[in-house]
């Protein structure tokens, strides 16, 4: 069993880039997938990018490719969440998420959840 704590959530302007931490206590975090979702105002809960701890796979949502990097420390049980270019539409609650096993781009695939930081993107 992990618990995800998100942080490094914050204002940014466009363009800008902001990095978030995701720390998953637990002693077999590297059996584990860690997923960043994200939420708005009036909207649901989206995919934004997944890996698992070992770092054997990688997946990103298409808003995001080539703008937005995920990965891994497995000395801290941390994984980041470089977000690159940002965009006002990136403007979301963030949460951090883990499963036992591959990754996933379901959020009901996730069984721990962290309590999600803001990001906020002004134009």
């Known amino acids: 069993q992990v618990q995800p704590v998100e942080s490094g959530g914050g204002l940014v302007q466009a363009g800008g880039s902001l990095r978030l931490s995701c720390a998953a206590s637990?002693?077999?975090?590297?059996?584990?997938?860690v997923g960043w979702f994200r939420q708005a105002p009036g909207k649901e809960r989206e995919f934004v990018a997944t890996?698992?701890?070992?770092?054997?796979?990688?997946a990103y949502a298409d808003s995001v490719q080539g703008r937005f990097i995920i990965s891994g420390d497995n000395t801290k049980s941390t994984v980041y969440l470089q977000m690159n270019s940002l965009k006002p539409e990136d403007t979301a609650v963030y949460y951090c998420a883990a499963k036992f096993g591959t990754i996933a781009t379901t959020p009901r695939s996730y069984n721990y959840w962290g309590q999600g930081t803001q990001v906020t993107v002004s134009s």
């Open positions: 637990g002693r077999t975090f590297r059996s584990y997938s």
């Open positions: 890996m698992m701890a070992s770092g054997m796979r990688v």
